[in-house]
């Protein structure tokens, strides 16, 4: 005859049995989220690491707990739905292509870090900048919706528009070329044709910074001219 403790011994093995089984049932039956945190990651690092070649980070939002799918038969897709981006907070599509179809979007947050030029300290309006004034420090892409720089030689020798902080990531908005060729100025006029190189004296017809195309007029023969502003303020024309 079974005595009351061994009853109670008998039933509690028979719950647990219950529930392991339950439990096994259910995890056969249903997608785990840990499955889909996966795929979406590996899209992730698959697609960016691709494009940029640089460190990400990656954090997927948590799905509901609540939320049961059927265990797909075959292996799981993930897409990036329309209109998503790829860095910053955004979603990644996972589906399954099964007999048993779903989707769903997941929510995530994509961290690309790169070396950038930023202020190396508080800098005033219309400094010019010298490779004092600036350092480089990596910084989340996604943070940088206008613009950045990498390479200092593309900001040395600007000039602010504004007052910045130290630590500011300088975007092409903040800065300005500086002119370095004035209206009425004599300026030197060059040509080249491989290894010959001719120089004129000639009159700025428009003001002008580095790199930038003005109208000049030889001295002599009074011809106008269109040429680039270098480096040394001399003005390049083609012959």
Known sequence: MIRRHQLKI????????????????????????????????????????????????????????????NKCNKYLQAFSPKGSSMMGKTTVGVKCPGTKPWSLH????????????????QLQKDTIL????????????????????????DVIGMK????????TALTPAMLSK?????RGQNVTIYAQSGSM????????????????????????SRKKLEGIITSTGEIEVQI
Not at 34 to 42: A, H, L, T
Not at 137 to 151: I, P, T
Request: glycine content about 4%; hydrophobic content about 40%.
């Open 178 to 182: 500086r002119q370095i060729v004035s």
């Open 106 to 121: 997941v929510p995530v947050t994509i961290s690309i870090y790169k070396s950038i030029i930023v202020s190396a300290q």
């Open 10 to 69: 008998v039933i509690s093995c028979i719950c647990l049995y219950i529930f392991t089984s339950i439990s096994v049932a259910t995890a056969e039956t249903y997608q785990s989220h840990n499955s889909i945190y996966w795929v979406v990651k590996k899209y992730i690092r698959d697609n960016v690491t691709s494009q940029h070649n640089q460190k990400i980070e990656v954090k997927t939002g948590k799905l509901d707990s609540r939320l049961k799918l």
């Open 197 to 220: 190189v001719v120089r004129m004296t000639g009159k700025a017809l428009d003001n002008g910074a580095v790199g930038e195309r003005i109208k000049v007029m030889n001295i002599k």
């Open 130 to 153: 010298t490779a004092a004034d600036i350092k480089q420090e990596k910084h989340d892409l996604a943070d940088l919706s206008y613009g950045y720089f990498e390479n200092s030689k």
């Open 160 to 167: 602010l528009k504004r007052h910045v902080l130290a630590g």
